[in-house]
């Protein structure tokens, strides 16, 4: 990985590729949080336990990643209430 930040290799393609995959699940999540909480009120959740992970094209994420996505909607949304279930 380093060796492709400091430009010496190109990424391999399947990984660009599942890398913006990523990317855009990422931002389509955080976009649907701030969109139901926008139309819904109330706060957003966000699973605490792989329990609480929601069903839907997201379910497969780790923990990790849905602490980045409340991390990004309380960048885009200050002073939003996130609750953790």
């Not at 959740?45 to 996505?69: A, F, M, N, T, Y």
Request: charged letters at 35%.
């Amino acid at each position: 990985m380093r060796k492709w930040e400091q430009g010496e290799r190109e990424i391999p393609e399947g990984v660009a590729a599942k890398l913006r995959g990523l990317v855009d699940d990422t931002h389509d999540e955080v976009e649907r949080l701030i969109a139901h909480h926008r139309d819904h009120g109330g706060p957003v959740l966000v699973p605490r336990w792989e329990s609480g992970i929601p069903s839907g094209p997201h379910q497969d994420k780790p923990l990790e990643w849905w602490r980045v996505v409340a991390g990004r909607v309380i960048d885009h949304r200050p002073g939003i209430d996130v609750e953790w279930c």
